[in-house]
């Protein structure tokens, strides 16, 4: 910018100024009041309450009645906290009742069809919990020797048992 717009853009600036000074003290004497407006009476204000279906309530009455909106909320809550624990325990109950009957029914009879390879048949143990990772129990078999001596046939397991004894088990 040079020097003449500065100038210019000043200039343009107290003049604006001037104008809206102007304005705001040469009309109603800065006054926000219109003049057509009505005192405001009590009698207004509870006509209009009356006609728009509305009541006026005391300061002290609207505090209580917010007071006790905010207890019964909280008392709901906890009603909700309560109603949602007692689901969640009876969930657990049902829960344990799953595992419990899993740990009865220990024994798991498995199927080894003509082709399946270790890893299909590992997988397998590991979803039905015989073996706790599949992983684990591929690389034991491949260590151990077991890889190819696996036969196919239906086997009957016990859930937990060893590594050994389960490909001893599968190999036979």
């Known amino acids: 910018m040079n020097r003449q717009s500065v100038q210019a853009f000043a200039g343009g600036m107290i003049l604006a100024t001037g104008v ?33 279906e509305q009541i006026a309530v005391e300061k002290n009455d609207y ?42 029914d220990t024994k798991y009879k498995l199927e080894i069809k003509s082709g399946m390879s270790l890893s299909e048949v590992s997988d397998t143990l590991a979803k039905e919990k015989v073996v706790s990772s599949a992983d684990k129990f591929e690389k034991y078999a491949k260590k151990s020797g077991y890889e190819s001596k696996l036969r196919a046939g239906k086997y009957e397991l016990k859930r937990g048992e060893s590594f050994k004894k389960i490909v001893e088990t599968l190999s036979k």
């Open 63 to 104: 505090q209580e009645l917010l007071q006790y909106k905010e207890t019964a909320l909280k008392q709901g809550k906890v009603a909700q906290k309560d109603n949602n624990k007692a689901e969640d325990k009876n969930k657990d109950k049902d829960k344990n009742k799953d595992k419990d009957k899993k740990k009865k």
């Open 20 to 52: 809206l000074a102007g304005a705001f003290y040469l009309t109603d004497n800065g006054s926000a009041e219109s003049k057509d407006a009505e005192k405001i009476s009590e009698a207004n204000v509870k006509t209009y309450l009356k006609n728009n």
